[in-house]
């Protein structure tokens, strides 16, 4: 395997595991009772929502974490987290706008928001999966299949 290649899959699989290590400590570490409780405090969903969008967070970041880390439907889950993490700025931005002084809700651990810290993680989760678009289909997957010439 090329460095490209090796880079490609340690950063498909940190990032994956990464997710799952998040949506695993809010479903089975603080629970997602207490997630629901962080993102009701972001003041953006009616309160009917609350609990049915932090389960669905919560599982979504389970499931796409570990389809990138085995590198299984690799564009579908980048898209997916692709599309969480544009969710988690737009959460993160307007309660810096509104000057909210509240829990991420990040990994379930009640750590208050540190903005200027998510002023870096955030986009960089997003140029690690314009990365894994790019360059994520050289990488093996779980169960890549070598092409074998018929002749």
Excluded at 44 to 64: F, G, I, M, Q, R
Excluded at 130 to 144: H, M
Aim: with cysteine; glycine share 12%; proline share 3%.
């Amino acid at each position: 395997m090329t460095a490209q290649t090796w880079i490609t899959l340690s950063l498909r699989v940190l990032l994956g595991a990464w997710f799952l290590y998040n949506g695993g400590s809010k479903i089975f570490g603080s629970g997602l009772d207490v997630f629901a409780g962080d993102l009701h405090n972001y003041r953006l969903l009616p309160d009917d929502w609350v609990a049915p969008v932090a389960y669905l967070v919560a599982w979504t970041e389970v499931v796409a974490g570990l389809l990138l880390m085995f590198g299984v439907w690799r564009r579908g889950s980048i898209l997916v987290i692709f599309a969480m993490v544009i969710g988690f700025m737009v959460f993160i931005g307007w309660a810096w706008l509104q000057q909210l002084d509240i829990s991420c809700g990040c990994r379930g651990d009640g750590e208050p928001i540190s903005f200027w810290f998510k002023v870096i993680e955030l986009p960089g989760y997003l140029l690690i999966l314009l990365w894994l678009w790019w360059k994520g289909d050289k990488a093996p997957g779980l169960w890549t299949q070598k092409k074998q010439n018929m002749a």
